[in-house]
């Protein structure tokens, strides 16, 4: 995120606020995850493909007996999903898609083999969707975002660590998306986080948190 907490501009364009290091670096962390999550609006927005982009970590994962990629998995509440973006369409991994019990089926319509799609209640819930994902032996989960997203899992206190990058400059446009919304947070002065690791990558910073139950 920009030294004032945003995570992209309000342009159409994609705003990127990493370096070439840093996407390594996190490159480096997929490869050590079971899985992948990012938000619906993500998905429509960014059209990512969430696949390693190292030969070498994929080929040590498959050494490893592991899929060369990591499971994708994205949460809807509308089913509003193109089957053609590359979430879908690109890797040989599964792609969950997690829809409350009032979208489940008509997203399962929409998507056909692209995506298994799971009901995950009504409301959506992130404890029916961790359980399931464990349940597929999923140990690691890595969230990508975007904000709502993170604000989801950092209200919820599920998060374990949070891996933050600062980068070396403002955004200042209030329109624009920030790192997290609004929420009632578990992370507070009285329950601080605790900062496990400092590392610099360039002009940014890597600041590694511990949160919830990895605080001991």
């Known amino acids: 995120m920009s030294v004032d907490g945003y995570i992209d501009d309000a342009t159409p364009e994609r705003l990127r606020l990493s370096s070439p290091a840093d996407f390594d670096r ?12 990012v938000g619906a609006n993500t998905v429509r927005r960014d059209d990512p493909k969430l696949l390693l982009r190292s030969e070498t970590r994929r080929a040590a994962r498959v050494a490893r007996g592991l899929p060369a990629d990591l499971t994708k998995v994205t949460m809807t509440w509308s089913g509003d999903l193109d089957p053609g ?17 009032s979208a489940a089926a008509a997203t399962a319509a929409r998507l056909g083999d692209r995506a298994e799609v799971i009901d995950a209640g ?3 819930g992130l404890p029916v969707l961790l359980a399931d994902l464990a349940a597929r032996g999923v140990r690691r989960l ?34 624009a998306p920030r790192f997290v919304k609004s ?8 329950e601080p986080m605790r900062l496990e690791e400092i590392t610099r990558i360039g002009n940014l910073a890597l600041l590694r948190y511990l949160a919830g139950g990895s605080r001991a």
């Not at 890595?142 to 998060?159: C, D, K, S």
């Open 26 to 37: 996190v490159d480096g962390v997929r490869a050590s995850c079971d899985a992948i999550l």
């Open 85 to 101: 973006s590359r979430f879908f369409t690109t890797g040989d991994a599964p792609k969950l898609v997690y829809a409350p019990t």
């Open 122 to 124: 009504d409301p959506l």
């Open 142 to 175: 890595m969230v990508e975002g975007g904000g709502g997203i993170h604000t989801r899992f950092l209200t919820a206190g599920v998060v374990d660590e949070l891996q933050l990058v600062i980068a070396p400059f403002f955004i200042g446009d209030p329109s």
């Open 183 to 190: 929420g009632v947070f578990p992370q507070t002065p009285a």
